[in-house]
């Protein structure tokens, strides 16, 4: 073991051993570990309440202060997984990312960026890339979000696919797919982007949507203004772009349908 700094791998140590551990920085790693192994803490408080957890790696003021017996952790920022205590496999890297993870479910998650998934607690297996990408979701699992504020607003939803700047920034559901700049970003208000399984693939693709569902749009601005409409298909540069409420409807062709309502 390694320890520098005032009280880094202190406490009172329990009889089992703990070995090949490195803690440097003011009480880093020092609540007296209890058969902990491969742990690296670096920063005022890292891995402050570390007993048995192992295989851990925390750098900054704070970073995963809070784990006690999880393992396989990776958290790189300041407050970065300061709640976690048991989670397992978590990759947290930028200022507070996923700072409010607290519950051993929300283990796997892949989170980086300055305050992505600042709000998780109990959600799993979420990847989440790019400033407060993912930043509101709480319990919602299973979503991939890569770009500035992509699916900030999601809180519950599940299985949404988000790619690009603003991507499903507003999309409060589950099961949508938005790839391309803005794609699907959806009501800046209540109910927001509330509407289930919408695939947007393009820059401004269903751009507009409140709880419009099932609706395909693919090609630039495609759907732009998307409203209540549901189980449309509109393939192709600007194809239904004013399309709001339509049901059903099926539009192939760049402009195609342009005007339709």
């Known amino acids: 073991n390694i320890a520098i700094g005032h009280a880094a791998l202190g406490g009172t140590w329990a009889d089992a051993a703990s070995n090949y551990n490195i803690a440097i920085g003011h009480t ?13 803490a670096m920063g005022y408080a890292a891995l402050g309440a570390l007993t048995e957890g ?4 925390a750098i900054g003021h704070g970073a995963g202060s809070a784990i006690t017996t999880g393992a396989g952790n990776v958290i790189l920022g300041r407050i970065a997984g300061d709640a ?23 283990s796997y998650s ?20 790019g400033y407060r990408s993912g930043y509101a979701i709480t319990s919602g699992g299973n979503n991939i979000a890569s770009g500035y ?4 607003y999601n809180e519950k939803g599940y299985g949404n696919i988000a790619i690009g700047h ?25 109910p927001y982007n509330s509407g ?12 507009d949507v409140s709880t419009g569902k099932r609706n395909v749009s693919v090609g630039g601005r495609a759907g732009y203004e998307m409203d209540t409409g549901t189980d449309n298909t509109l393939l192709g540069n600007n194809a239904g772009y004013n ?18 309502t």
């Open 28 to 40: 880093a790693m020092d609540a007296g570990v209890n058969g902990a192994f491969y742990n690296m």
């Open 54 to 57: 192992d295989g851990n790696v």
């Open 84 to 106: 976690m205590t048991t989670n397992t496999g978590v990759v947290a890297i930028g200022y507070a990312a996923a700072s409010s993870l607290n519950n051993n479910n929300g």
């Open 110 to 129: 892949v989170i980086i960026g300055y305050e992505a998934g600042q709000n998780m607690t109990s959600a799993n297996t979420n990847h989440l890339m």
């Open 149 to 152: 504020e992509s699916l900030r």
């Open 166 to 190: 603003l991507a499903g920034k507003f999309v409060t559901s589950s099961l949508n797919v938005a790839i391309g700049f803005e794609a699907g970003k959806g009501k800046t208000s209540a």
């Open 196 to 207: 289930e399984s919408n695939i947007s693939i393009g820059p401004y693709t269903n751009y």
């Open 243 to 260: 399309v709001k409420d339509a049901v059903g409807a099926t539009i192939v062709g760049g402009y195609a349908g342009r005007y339709m």
